[in-house]
């Protein structure tokens, strides 16, 4: 392991608004583009590509990526960001459109670094201090936890927050997202991920190239891909299905290799299995550990994930389960390849 590098595992801030109506309306996506940027530079991050649909707005970071939606906000951040410096803002410019903060849930691996890290995320009672000072009174459901594996620093953070009237509805929801974490990845397929030496294509030629030579564009072929590659080496790529979006980053150094995927969906799509999707995800880099985060309130989900990652040679080692408010059912897996026990 190396002493220091780039952190690759990522922070995630998902922000829930309502108002009026905003399903019907533009919503959030009327924030404008200077308000945005002056959200990432207090994240300390850019955007560097974007695309957007009739659903939602996708912009691929300097550091990982931000989804945009009419009543939610989704950012995630990697390296040494300030992810929990952009929940004031959001909130101050969803207000100035009559949105009010109804949810808000914060979500982290183990850092690879944790020393690293800038105030407030040193540590996670900080970070879980910095939020609760930071959110309105109204979201009065409140949990924070930190879910264990066998292996001490391969933990999930987890943070929730909802008001009077949402803190039960996800309890109905058929929807599913699943938060992937993966490390030692295969060193020859980790090579993809690094530009040629004299390579001069820009990061969205470079990014398409990728995509296609690792077989990410099969992983969900119906998905319009927004990608991009950074110099000397790394990967982002966001991918659009109508109202659904996935998104994967990759710090693919040795010593402290790392790949990320990320999904959302429903258990009750008829043309896609999203367990499926998921598998396909963890085959593009056949990593040696792996950790899979799903939020859902149908058991036969997590079930399903560790029935999946079966054939590729990944043993689940530990199980944990919690319930949050709005958030629903978390439950939290590890894996290691068979040949690779700890």
């Known amino acids: 392991m ?7 595992f990522e922070k ?16 959030l996506r009327l924030i404008d583009f200077e308000s945005l940027e002056q959200v990432l530079h207090a994240v300390n991050c850019t955007v560097v590509s974007a695309v957007g649909n009739h659903f939602f707005d996708a912009y691929v970071l300097s550091e990982s990526s931000l989804f945009v939606y009419p009543n939610k906000i989704v950012i995630k951040t990697c390296g040494t960001t300030q992810l929990l410096k952009s ?16 949810e808000c849930r914060y979500t982290r691996g183990s850092f690879i670094f944790p020393k690293s890290q800038p105030f407030p995320h040193t540590n996670f009672k900080e970070e879980v201090i910095y939020i609760e000072e930071n959110l309105p009174n109204n979201l009065v459901y409140r949990k ?7 292996n001490p620093s391969c933990s999930w953070h987890v943070f929730t927050a909802a008001d009077q009237n949402h803190h039960r509805r996800r309890s109905l929801n058929s929807d599913v997202t699943f938060e992937v974490c993966m490390t030692e990845l295969d060193r020859h397929l980790a090579r993809r991920f690094f530009k ?12 398409k190239e990728m995509t296609e030579l690792t077989g990410i564009d099969d992983i969900n072929p119906n998905a319009f891909i927004c990608d991009f590659a950074f110099d000397p080496c790394g990967y982002s790529m966001n991918g659009i299905d109508d109202d659904r979006y996935s998104t994967i980053h990759v710090t693919p150094e040795d010593g402290y290799s790392y790949a990320s995927f990320e999904c959302v969906g429903s258990v009750y799509d008829d043309n896609i299995d999203i367990v499926e999707t998921l598998k396909k995800a963890v085959q593009v880099f056949k990593p040696a550990t792996v950790s899979i985060s799903t939020t859902s309130n149908r058991r036969e989900v997590w ?3 560790a029935r999946a990652m079966e054939p590729l040679g990944l043993k689940c080692r530990t199980f944990a389960m919690d319930e949050f408010p709005a958030a629903g059912s978390v439950v939290f897996q ?3 390849a068979a040949t690779h026990q700890k």
């Open 2 to 8: 190396a002493v220091s590098g780039f952190e690759g």
């Open 12 to 27: 995630r801030l998902e922000l829930q608004f309502f108002g009026d109506d905003p399903l019907e309306n533009m919503g």
């Open 144 to 150: 924070a936890a930190v879910m264990p594996s066998k």
């Open 87 to 102: 929940v004031r803002p959001l909130i101050h410019f969803a207000d100035k459109l009559n949105l009010t903060l109804c």
């Open 196 to 207: 040629k030496t004299g390579d001069c294509k820009t990061g969205d030629l470079a990014g």
């Open 303 to 305: 079930t399903k994930v």
């Open 334 to 336: 590890t894996f290691t």
